[in-house]
């Protein structure tokens, strides 16, 4: 009996061990897995969750303005010790460029997440529905407009139907059975743009005017009016630049100075990255502010050639717009104003933007969409009491548009649209376009490299 | 869990009514030495299988009671063979205890219980508290490296509480973490770095103080290893603290040292002359080059414009307005990275004894550290008691608890500029401080790092508790059962400022505070089964359970602008930059069953299976199996080998058996979306994809081992052979950022590591007064990549690449230098040489995995003095100085002071030298190459002691019972082709889980703080 009782004690014990088997299922802490993904807030967190994207230093936040200007060497020159960066610079990256892998990686990221966000408007009630959806493929075109413009030929090198750019993915991945939608050959230079197109066009339509932050409306014509540009097509980038400037709620910044280092929009921002103290693209070997900004705000490595100054008159502010100051490792040189703070908005689209290339696109166009190039581009001269032009050649455009966007990532699509040479290269030398990266290729034997790499 | 111990204490309660009436009977007897016949006291005598014990009076003599049921008594004694002896039906027994069996007849330690090694059939090495006891490092890892074969232990650097790489038997995994399992007292513990992962790791097992650890026993092969299935493939450490023993007097022991420490190597930078005469010697090269590249009219006219420039930017502005002409500064700034002298003060009590009914160990100690690096600085103090108290014949309970607090002080990580390591690349003519003000110099080539050492501080403190309490209940003599409940609860705060002058501080102050905390908490049951089957037949059975449950939480906040340097925590912070806390978890669930047999005690058989399951997999794929088998013959037992005066031991065993792997962090099986906090508007975006199907990695290790006896056991040893192979490798692999993912866990790959351990040990003298005792450890490993599906994974210059051993590194190939233009030559593609670094071919230029590692150790004792020197090495492993192409570049990579080295380059058409022409602005053979590949073999004398133990007789007349003093040195020579201190990897080491880089890179040289040189004065005093 004695013994018995033992043995059932030693066999409930044991039982009692085998039973706490669901301790196994854990949920992770700080995330969430995709079935979580349930409402209409839910979908909506994963457009904002987008935003960050943009926001990150391989997007907006520093790449997608500081590479094409170093590509095209637009007055600026790399002191510090980053090799990635100097390479550009000097032409010399290949195709293992950190930059280029970062560039692509980021841009994906964006396609994916928003691909996500589209493949759930089921979730979405009628009312929102279109305007989420609009917000996903604005995020997704321009990112779009990104990767073609970096790693493809440009449109003006015509064979946009057989020049390539970068594989279009429009399904979202989500488990390890996606996989394959992801794994794309090379779209054309054609069909990436007409994506891009039909996205912005989408994203025009059902975008609302005034979306506080996030992208409204007009975000999306301006981006049209870019793309319109790159393709030479005058007409409809004068008319997309007009929507935004007489449609949409901005005016000019009542002096350039106030166009920058801003904690929220400014009046002229179509589209702005927002960055503060808490969310930012990096503060310490990342971020525009970062590379910009003289030592200590910035490393200081990015600085500008003093020569610039000679391209503004006497009494232009934009003249005045740079700082002596020294890099982190203790090089003396010039820096512009423009990303001088940290923490601070980062303008994508500036309205002035928008009357240059009205004016422009209209010059070329031989037409007065809105308004007349020379008053479209005196409204830009006369805010930084530059004198106001008399007579209109197509030089001046370039140039002025050089003057207001430098150092804000324009030169280069100026360089690619109107085959303009950068120092000895031409417009569409192999190395004034980024690598497929290597890395990319190791693991999509689809991918063919751009000659040069 | 809670509900299931309380069901499990009232069972106790009812078992214990089981307990019947007890029948004794008296066994008497007397100890004595075998060497000369002479009485043996405090020797300790143990009932097999119980707590019951007592030990030898003065006279050798002893008496115990020995209850029904129970046949076998255990006779130990410090230095001497174990002895187990079958009583049967005598009232008396007599023993002799010879030292000359000590290391067979020695208990090891193996999960979930013990074993005497002569009947071990797997492979396991035993280092002893001898060994680890007053090792002046942090960690007693440290103690560990040399003294057991195939363990290959590297510390990094000279830097103290820094994370040490462990690999047993090689590294066995690419992207799942390759450290070993370390267990304290049963109980799994913490043992990856969870400090700031933007610094260097710190080592969590710094906290247990190595002078409490009785043994350290590493399972190296499946056999031994897979009862600790699915954590195992990467060997387990075991470690047993310090227990009191019955019938033991209590004994206070007192152990106090203080240690002196210096690198052990400088490398060795420009003085002013030397650097002022090579820069203006780098303009007129430039000048030369210029004009061969046309970028000049004439060469003069180069050399003026270089020369202008060299002197205005670097000779005239970081000379501070000195006469730089004259050398009126010359500061050697290697100099003011280290100490003067580092000291290190280390104390600590501890009491031990016991008796029938309970045993104990108690300790406290306090230990302060300094590197030999500035502000680099650890401190210590805690307590542990160790308590078991046997309530009745059948039921013992007990508990093993510590606790202690930790400080260190720390550096930032060797790739930042503000870290004390890199102002070696400070040139000679900056002063330190500058003339006019007085205060520290802050024009100088890079930020001074001095600037950072004075205003700016990062510490961070760690409260540790690890303990179990356990109940062992023996049911009958042949059945018990044991209980064990443990935690270790692991508390750091990061604090951190860096003032406005530094650069860490961007001119506004910054000061971050972190806080983690890990909780673990483990419970293992399990029987054991001993039953009597007659004379010929032993057999110990197990079958238990065990549950870990691990918790992780963690805390940041970070800020910035602070009014002055005054109040330095974020109290003071103008703005909060970043604020977060995140929590994670892990659990594993485990059955284990056992069973040992041997037949008279020549064939020995072992198997085991262990199913672990664990949240880190998906549903379905959560429970792995892990089964191992083993043979043994101990051909001396064979009546043919029997009498053999030469051969007194022969055993050959084999084992095979699968272990698993499954350190890849948490949740890796799930698509993840990560929160996101873009400004005003927080969302949720993916950032990592699945797969449901991932499942445990896997190695399969056949091992055969041979030991031998030779001559009363006076030439002892064993010689290993391993084969691990590593199959569905938890590969993190590359898939197409076109997915919008980087990688994606799978189980695909094939790893491999064969390799020899050979372990020597012999007695050359042995008399009662003068003994030299000898031991040698060798250990031969090849890792192989055997299949990653064509994949490169890479790690800075290091690579995975199939069919190589993992970690080679991959660099342009280095040609020497042009004799008539002093250029740079590389090889390209074709073989040929090359001047054009773009052409240069990436090819496998070195490796950093060792081929040879072991340790060399002799031991004289004559009358009361004892001196030991211990020598280790490491062989056919290469070093890449990744600074070499900074601070040996022939200022192609910035005006960096130089090491001397660079003193043999090229000057003129004809010169045959490696070292090419110095050149600042074209650069010239300054890019990453094999040029700075290293050999990394060296042998050291890791320590040599001197001990004087005091006489019995002038003992008692201090009363104490026993002191000895000793001297010694660590690392006191070297010898190595390797231009720093060989011992070296900058970053990480010690990572256990993540994407672990550390098992790619490693053998890499980054402003690395070398090992410390230390001399140690201490005192051991036993009352």
Known sequence: MKYLAKYISIAFLFFILLSCNKKLDVEPGTSIVPEQITNEADVEAVILGNYKSLQHFSAFGERYILIPDMLVDAKLSFVGTFIPYSEILRKQQDKTSSIAEGIWNRGYQLINTSNLALSKMDLVSDDNKAAFTAEAKFIRGI????????FGKPYSAGNITTNEAVPLVLEPVLNSSDLATGNKPRATVDAVYKQVIEDLQDAAANLPADNGARANKFAAYAFLARVYMAQGNYAEAAAAANMVITEGNFTLATSFDMAFNNAANSPEDVFAIQQNEQSNAGVNNNGLTTFFAASPTGRGDVQVDPTIADLYEDGDIRKTYFYEGESITGAQGSYTRKWEKRYSVIPVV???????????????????????????????????????????????FIAERFRELAFEGDRYWTVKRLRLDVGSRPYDDDKLILPIPQRERDVNSQLTQNSGY | MQRFYSLFVGMLVLMSQLVYAQQHSTITGKVTDARDGSALPGVTVQVKGTALGTATQPDGTFQINLPQGATTLIFSFVGFGTQEVNVGTQRNVNVSLSTSDKDLSEVVVVGYGTQVKRDLTGSVAKVGAREIENFPAPSFESALQGRAAGVVIESGSGKVGQGMKVRVRGTSS?????????????????SESQSDINNDNTNPLADLNPNDIASVEVLKDASAAAIYGARASNGVVLITTKKGRPGEKTRIELNASTSFSRPTKKRGFLDAKEYTDLVLETARMDGITGARYGDFATEQEGIDYFTN??????????????????????????????????????????????????????????????????????????????LEHSATSRLSLGINLAMNRSQLDRVTNDNIFSTPGQLVAQLPISPTHDPATGELNSTTLYSNGLIDAAYSFNKQVTFRTIGNAFLNYNFTPYLSFRSELGTDIYNITEQGFNGKQTQDGGGVGRAEYFFTQNASLNTN?????????????????????????????????????????????????????????????????????????????????????????SSRFGPNKRYGWFPAGSLGWVISEEDFLKNNKALSFLKLRASYGLTGNAEIGNNSYLTLLEVTNYPEQPGFRPFQLGNEDLHWERTAQMDVGLEFGFLDNRISGEIDYYNKQTSDLLLQANIPYTTGFASIYRNTGKLENKGVEITINTRNIDTKDFTWTTSLNLAYNKNKVKDIQGQIIESGQQRAVEGEPIGVFFLPKFAGVDPETGDALYLDADGKTTTDYSQAERMVVGKANPDWTGGFNNTVTYKGFD???????????NIYNRAGVYQAAGFGGGFDNQTKEILGRWQQAGDVTNVPRLSYWYGNG??????????????????????????????????????????????????????????????????????????????????????????????????
Do not use: C
Request: cysteine-free; hydrophobic content about 35%; glycine content about 8%.
């Open chain 2, 926 to 1023: 300054h890019r990453a190459s094999s040029r700075w590949i290293y050999d990394g073999s060296y042998i050291r004398l890791r320590t040599v002691t001197l001990g004087y133990t005091l006489p019995q007789k002038a003992a008692s007349l201090l009363r104490i019972s026993g002191a000895r003093l000793y001297v010694a040195g660590y690392n006191l020579w070297t010898r190595t082709d390797y231009i720093s201190d060989p011992e070296v990897n900058t970053g990480v080491t010690g990572t256990r889980t993540s994407s672990a880089p550390e098992n790619i890179t490693s053998g890499v040289d980054f402003y690395t703080i070398p090992q410390a040189r230390t001399f140690t004065v201490g005192l051991n005093v036993k009352f």
């Open chain 1, 143 to 150: 990112t779009y407009f990104m990767l073609g413009g970096l």
């Open chain 2, 867 to 877: 001196l030991s020197a211990f020598f280790t090495f490491v062989e056919g492993n």
């Open chain 2, 525 to 613: 049951n399990y029987f054991t089964f001993t039953p009597h089957l007659g004379a010929q037949h032993s057999l110990t059975a197990t079958l238990g359970m065990s549950y870990l449950q691990n918790d992780f939480s963690a805390s940041t906040v970070q800020g910035e602008g602070f009014p002055s340097d005054a109040i330095k925590n974020l109290a003071a912070a103008g703005t909060i930059t970043s604020g977060s806390s995140s929590n994670q978890r892990y659990t594993f669930l485990s059955y284990f069953l056992r069973a040992n047999y041997a037949f008279n005690n020549k064939y020995l058989v072992s198997a085991s299976v262990r199913t672990d399951g």
């Open chain 1, 350 to 396: 500036r309205l002035a933007e928008m009357y240059l290339t009205r004016a422009e696109a209209n010059f070329r166009n031989s037409s007065a969409i809105g308004d007349t190039p020379l008053n479209d581009i005196n409204a830009v001269r006369d805010r930084s009491n530059a004198t106001a032009k008399v007579t209109l050649a197509e030089d001046d």
């Open chain 2, 309 to 386: 420039l060299y002197t205005q930017a670097i000779l005239d502005r970081f000379s501070l307005g000195t006469n730089w002409q004259q050398q009126e500064v010359n500061t050697n700034w290697e100099d003011e990275v280290y100490r003067d002298v580092a000291h290190a003060r280390q104390l600590d009590l501890s009491a031990t004894g016991g008796n029938e009914k309970t045993r104990f160990y108690v300790s406290g100690f306090y230990n302060d550290q300094e590197a030999v690096v500035i502000v680099n600085r650890f401190r210590r103090y805690g307590g542990r008691l160790n």
């Open chain 2, 174 to 190: 690419i992207s799942a973490g390759s450290q070993p399992l370390y267990v304290i007292d049963g109980m799994p513990v913490i």
